[in-house]
């Protein structure tokens, strides 16, 4: 008996890794091409897993944005949105997850948890950023790996671009209810959000046909902390920034100054 249900545990993630995760290694885009100041750093996760991130220092900000990507490609691919973060007044570190880029070991759905919280661990204790000052932005995939590690935590806020109800719900829109029994509960963020005590700012293309809005809305309708719905007209799943233009960043902007009001570092040597 005690075979089977391993066997199942076992099929089951087998299923949710396979699904959800695409990493490509290495870096497929220069930092420093980017943004000369993109610091890259390795840390170990609470687990024993080197990972890598990209940190852009504003030394004039004592606010800081985890940034927490998608799927697909790596953190390096999104080094041109995290360094547009940092121009609205904050510092940002940019999380590569376990075999993602430069990281180490191989992606998995508690894998990435523990990766999230490790790199708010690093924030605090190494870069020395308070959770009152820390905004933890996700998008897609790793909207749920926000919520997860938000839960009865007082940071600042957070960001949801794109976010999924549950795992199961997106495997139904993506017409993959056949293997919606071998997956368990994945990703189950509908039963978790309401544990969100931070403020939380919601952004959505209404046009995704990867994750389509009613599934962020869905989560919307779920979540009790202070909230602001934004969809995005016109906007899919991946060109939700180029159709938003200047709204995206002055929407994260505002959102950020009410969280969060930009304080500035003062040397006292």
């Excluded at 199942?8 to 959800?20: K, T, Y």
């Excluded at 609205?88 to 993602?100: D, P």
């Excluded at 990281?103 to 708010?120: K, M, N």
């Excluded at 959000?193 to 931070?198: E, F, G, K, L, N």
């Amino acid at each position: 008996m005690v075979s089977k249900v391993m066997a199942s545990i076992g099929l089951f993630n087998w299923v949710v890794n396979f699904f959800a995760f695409h990493p490509y290694p290495g870096n497929q885009v220069d930092p420093h091409l980017v943004d000369p100041t993109i610091q890259e750093v390795f840390f170990d996760s609470s687990d024993g897993v080197k990972l890598q991130a990209f940190f852009i220092p504003r030394p004039d900000s004592d606010r800081v944005v985890l940034f927490l990507h998608g799927n697909a490609g790596n953190a390096s691919h999104r080094l041109e949105d995290a360094a547009h973060l940092a121009t609205l007044g904050t510092n940002v570190l940019l999380l590569s997850y376990r075999g993602y880029g430069k990281s180490e070991g191989s992606p998995s759905e508690q894998g990435v948890y523990t990766d999230g919280r490790s790199a708010l661990t690093y924030l605090q204790l190494e870069l020395g950023f308070t959770l009152d000052r820390t905004v933890v932005l996700g998008r897609s995939i790793g909207s749920a790996v926000a919520i997860e590690i938000a839960q009865d935590l007082s940071s600042a806020g957070l960001v949801l671009v794109s976010p999924f109800s549950s795992g199961r719900d997106f495997a139904r829109a993506q017409g993959l209810s056949w293997i919606a029994w071998l997956t368990g509960e994945p990703f189950n963020s509908i039963e978790k959000i309401s544990r969100v005590t931070a403020p939380v700012l919601f952004i959505h293309g209404e046009r995704d046909g990867i994750v389509p809005i009613d599934l962020g809305r869905k989560l919307f309708e779920q979540c009790l902390s202070p909230k602001t719905w934004e969809p995005i007209p016109g906007a899919g799943h991946n060109d939700l920034i180029q159709r938003a233009g200047a709204k995206y960043w002055a929407g994260i902007q505002e959102f950020m100054d009410s969280v969060a009001p930009r304080k500035v570092k003062v040397d006292v040597n």
